[in-house]
């Protein structure tokens, strides 16, 4: 793969522009049979999105190129593949391109300029402020995986649908990014994550209390959202259970087995973003 894709991390920017086009269906509720104004605003929401996941992306590789020679040598900006310079042009273009991409949308959906705002603020905060500090970043993580459902409800005009689901991805990646930090325990010597200041075990514990959390709220979808009794319930259901079942098994050997654990965790979350899908067809 081409270094300019791989230090965007190709598959994190295409999931975060599919999760925003799954938030606005899943908000909207009516399939993919969208009117074309609100798919042309959908489709722009997620560029805007993908815009922002790759350009912190490419921030998080420039801030992170001395850790990175440990935990992750074969990353561009370490072999030397691509340049700092073009890189630090890459990121400040990609932020741009997020806020300008989105632009036409926000007069009729002005709540997309507030949740972008917070995301490249959050974005910016945790890179330059709260990374070092190890379990306050892992929270700003989480939220801006939660804010991409909320900008495609947002886009489409039915946000507060959507709040279970964020809210589910919320804990789902802060579990995740705490047995990241697990693995990467070795090479953040200039970082004060939760395994490092606290120990394995109680990251371990952490990781799965957020787990818990976010299988518990995949119940909630029921409450108001979509009927068991339907279609589309039905399978959210079925899909949902199936991915609070590997969530559960990506956190049931920690500490130990760390990388098959977090790429445990990210094929549940990709599982997910199916049974969110299910709900667009209520």
Known sequence: MHPALRIVRLG????????????GLAARGVGVRLPPDLWW?????AFSTA?????????????????DRVNHPDRPLVTGELSVG?????????????????GPVVPRAPGLAVI???????????????????????????FLTGAVFLYGGTAVGAPLVVVPFA?????????REVIKDMEDAAGDVDRRT???????????VTARVAVGIAVALSAVPFLYVVSPATTAGAAYLGVVALADA???????????????????SKGAMAVALLAFLAVAFR
């Open 167 to 175: 809210f589910m991805a919320f804990f789902a990646t802060l579990s």
């Open 41 to 45: 605003a959908v489709v722009l929401a």
């Open 86 to 102: 073009a890189a630090r042009w890459g990121a400040v273009l990609l932020l741009v391109g997020s806020v300008a991409v989105v």
């Open 194 to 204: 939760l395994p490092r200041i606290r120990g394995m075990p109680f990251a371990a």
């Open 116 to 142: 972008l705002a917070a995301a490249i603020g959050a974005l910016l905060a945790y890179e330059f402020r709260f990374k070092s500090a190890g379990f306050g970043g892992n929270l700003l993580v989480a």
């Open 51 to 67: 815009f922002v996941t790759a350009g912190g992306n490419v921030i998080n590789d420039l801030r992170d190129r001395e850790s």
């Open 12 to 23: 994190n920017t295409v999931v975060s522009f599919v999760g925003t086009v799954v938030g």
């Open 246 to 264: 590997v969530f559960l098994v990506s956190v049931a050997w920690l500490p130990d087995r760390l990388h098959r654990e977090q790429s445990t």
